[in-house]
């Protein structure tokens, strides 16, 4: 006999029933062949018992099917009494599907709630989509129907906190003449790291939205760069690293990105990942970007004309002294050496941890504290 489909999912006694019926079987007889109770028989037929696989067994050589086929009825049955109309798992499947909701949740990025639709309905507001279905847009460029942002969910949730910390500052409005000149500025910063403290002031008074958030394990973001409008230029930085070289020529790599106006006409942020790699890999406004940096911590010529003049001896005395010379900070000429000679073990004790100096006075959310 052919295994039947039913349109509507009855239990297995409804089946039962009928092939008594066909065979002209009683109940008793039934249970006799089984050499089961009647009771059983009669439980089977009225739902009030599952079909076990001993009891389907019994069932397929009794009526010649399989035993799958008596389990298979069983099964569809016992799912059909299981309400989905309105379950809540699909739905949390989705959203953690698509943000790095534990994480955001823990960070107090997005207040937890037992309500569902109150959930959902904050998430939508962090990302500012009107529904789940729709792809969140980081600047004021992004179209309707614009695809959805090359990065992954833990680099988007990172960004969007961000944007909304950038959003809340009150800043002058941005010109590139007083980002030129505030770079000048930084300069006179490179020779201690307790001077970093005064960078966020120095940017903002350029118009630059500078804002320290924390990285999220995995998203391997070192800065990004993008604009909120077209006189409103962000950089965001993780200081992922807290060393001394990394801060500046992470600062400095964004700088850039805002004073060559990338992004400044796209929907598309400019997010940096382990910077420092191989620039043949780079696109030309990256390269540019790591220029720029490296000019700014060490100017290019004069580490050259250090490396040709001592190589191989380097030893730290000759280093100190040449980063007094230049007036920066020894750590920020450790960081470019070891670059330029792949030792990343050379004199690591001068590449000072800078995060307790400019956290203080600066925009910033994570390392233990949350920003409201």
Known sequence: MSARVPAEVFPPGEFLREELEAREWSQQELA?????????????????????PETAKG?????????????????????SKVKTEHSSVARKANLYSKFPVREMLRRG??????????LEQRFCDFFNIP?????????????????ALDVTSLQLAWLFRVRLMADRQ?????????????????????????????VPRLLAEAGVRLVFVEAISGSKIDGACFWLSEDKPVIGMTLRYDRIDNFWFVLRHEIEHVLREDGR??????????????????????????????????????????????????????????????????????GQLQRKLERHD??????????SFVLPSADADGWGSLSS
């Open 109 to 118: 990025w997005i207040q937890a709630s037992e309500n569902l639709d109150v």
């Open 170 to 198: 009150v800043i002058t409005s941005y010109k590139k003449e007083k980002l030129l000149a505030a770079v000048e500025s930084l300069k006179n910063l490179l020779l201690s790291a307790e001077e970093i403290r005064h």
């Open 59 to 79: 069932l397929a050589e009794a009526f010649g099917t399989s035993a799958e086929y008596w389990m298979s009825l069983e099964s569809q049955y016992q799912l």
């Open 346 to 355: 050379f004199l690591r004790k001068h590449q000072v941890k800078v995060r």
């Open 265 to 334: 006409h796209s929907d598309t942020p400019i997010v940096d990942l382990d910077l420092g790699s191989a620039d043949g890999e780079l696109d030309e406004c990256e390269k540019l970007a790591n220029g720029a940096a490296q000019e700014f911590c060490v100017p290019v010529k004069q580490l050259n004309d250090f490396v040709s003049r001592v190589q191989p001896y380097f030893s730290e005395q000759k280093v100190i002294l040449f980063a007094q010379r230049i007036k920066v900070h020894p750590g920020i000429v450790v």
């Open 32 to 52: 006799d062949i089984l050499d089961r109770p009647p009771r059983l028989i009669s439980e089977l037929i009225a739902g009030k018992r599952a079909v076990t």
């Open 131 to 147: 529904t789940l279905q729709d792809h969140p847009s980081l600047t004021h460029y992004a179209k309707k129907t614009d695809v």
